[in-house]
C-alpha cells in the first residue's frame, strides 16, 4: 500500500531564506509525482509535476526533484516570499488501474516578512 | 472562467437529509474526480469518471452517488447524511488519467449537524 509522507508537517522561515520541502513514498512503481499548493479556504493549485522518467522540474522559483529509487521527492523554494505562506502537498500518481493519485498530509510553510 | 467550479461553497445540513454537490470544468478534460478532505487536511480521493465512465470507486459508503450526465459534469449526491461525512469536497479534472496536473475546484466545506 502507498503512503506519502512529507517532513516538517510545519515550518516558519524569515523572508529570503532559501527552503526544501521533502516527500517520501513507499512504493516506488508510480507515473508521476506533483507538488500542489493549498491556501486557506481554497482547493489545491499544481506546482510542478514531474513524470517518473524525469528527475527534475524547474518553474520560477521552484524546483522539484524526484529520485524514483529511493522513494523520495524535494521541492527547494528560493528566496521565499510572504505570499509563499500557503499548505504544500506533494502527490504521486499510481498505476496498475485506475490511476489513483495519494496525497501526503501536507507541509504548513509561514514566511515571516 | 473558472476552471473547475463547484457549487455550493458552503453547505449545512441536518443528519438524514439528501444534498447534492455540482461540479463543472470548462477545459476540456476527459477525467473527473471527487476527493474528501477531513478534519485533518488528509485527501483522499472517492470517485474518478473518465469519458463519463467510472473508473475508480474508493471504499466509500453506497450513500454517496457520483453521476456524470457529460465530460464536463460531474456531481455528487448524498443520501442521509451523517456527522461523519462532515468535510470539505473537493472536485478535479485532468486530461488522461492522472498524467497531466490536476486542476481543483475550491472545495465545498459540508457540515452535518
Known amino acids: 500500500k502507498q503512503e506519502v509522507t512529507q517532513i516538517p508537517a510545519a515550518l516558519s522561515v524569515p523572508e529570503g531564506e532559501n527552503l526544501v520541502l521533502n516527500c517520501s513514498f513507499t512504493?516506488?512503481?508510480?507515473?508521476?509525482l506533483q507538488w500542489f499548493r493549498q491556501d486557506p479556504g481554497k482547493g489545491l493549485t499544481s506546482l510542478l509535476l514531474?513524470?517518473?522518467?524525469?528527475r527534475e522540474q524547474t518553474s520560477g522559483r521552484l524546483n522539484a526533484s524526484l529520485d524514483k529509487s529511493s522513494g523520495r521527492s524535494t521541492l527547494y523554494i528560493a528566496a521565499s516570499q510572504p505570499g509563499d505562506s500557503a499548505t504544500y502537498l506533494c502527490?504521486?500518481?499510481?498505476?496498475?488501474?485506475?490511476?489513483?493519485?495519494?496525497f501526503g498530509a501536507g507541509t504548513r510553510l509561514f514566511v515571516k516578512a | 472562467d473558472t476552471a473547475v467550479s463547484q457549487t455550493p461553497k458552503y453547505l449545512v445540513t441536518q443528519m438524514g437529509n439528501d444534498k447534492s454537490i455540482k461540479c463543472e470544468q470548462n477545459?476540456?478534460?476527459?477525467?473527473m474526480y471527487w476527493y474528501k478532505q477531513d478534519s485533518k487536511k488528509f485527501l483522499k480521493i472517492m470517485f474518478s469518471?473518465?469519458?463519463?465512465?467510472?473508473?475508480i470507486n474508493e471504499t466509500v459508503p453506497n450513500r454517496f452517488s457520483p453521476k456524470s450526465p457529460d465530460k464536463a459534469h460531474l456531481n455528487l449526491h448524498i443520501n442521509s447524511l451523517e456527522l461523519g461525512d462532515s468535510a470539505v469536497y473537493f472536485c478535479a479534472s485532468s486530461q488522461g488519467q492522472g498524467s497531466s496536473p490536476l486542476h481543483f475546484g475550491n472545495g465545498t466545506r459540508l457540515t452535518v449537524t
Open positions: 477545459l476540456g478534460h476527459d477525467t
Open positions: 469518471y473518465n469519458n463519463k465512465e467510472l473508473i
Open positions: 514531474i513524470q517518473s522518467s524525469q
Open positions: 512504493d516506488s512503481a508510480i507515473y508521476n
Open positions: 502527490a504521486v500518481l499510481l498505476g496498475g488501474g485506475g490511476f489513483k493519485t495519494i
